[in-house]
Nanobody, 121 residues
Framework: QVQLVESGGGLVQPGGSLRLSCAAS????????MGWYRQTPGKQRELVAN???????DYADTVKGRFTVSRDNAKYTVYLQMNSLEPEDTAVYYC???????????????WGQGTQVTVSS
């Protein structure tokens, strides 16, 4: 069983910073892309940032220049450094990883439990 455990959410004032972490644990063969999504009530979950296994990154236009995604492959961990936070960044943030359980098994998306980020004065 594969688990993704997130940490680092909380309440921050506009203009502040937070760093989210997500560590994968359990039994698996490899992890491909890892990333972060966010969701607010009544809206679809949206991609925030993604990083491939070789470090290629992709960002939503709304966070470019403010957020940085990175990963530590030795620790199976992905990070999201969020700077210059705005009230519009308030959401539940979900970690996502593309996990291959076995070489002969197709990879599948796994999700963390979500962590609340609130930007408010």
């Amino acid at each position: 069983q594969v688990q993704l455990v997130e940490s680092g959410g909380g309440l921050v004032q506009p203009g502040g910073s937070l760093r989210l972490s997500c560590a994968a644990s359990g039994t698996f063969y490899s992890i491909g892309d890892m990333g972060w999504y966010r969701q607010t009530p009544g809206k679809q979950r949206e991609l925030v940032a993604n990083v491939s296994s070789v470090g290629t990154t992709d960002y939503a236009d709304t966070v470019k220049g403010r957020f940085t995604v990175s990963r530590d492959n030795a620790k199976y961990t992905v990070y999201l450094q969020m700077n210059s936070l705005e009230p519009e960044d308030t959401a539940v943030y979900y970690c996502n990883a593309h996990v291959r359980i076995w070489p002969s098994v197709s990879p599948s998306h796994r999700w963390g439990q979500g962590t609340q980020v609130t930007v408010s004065s």
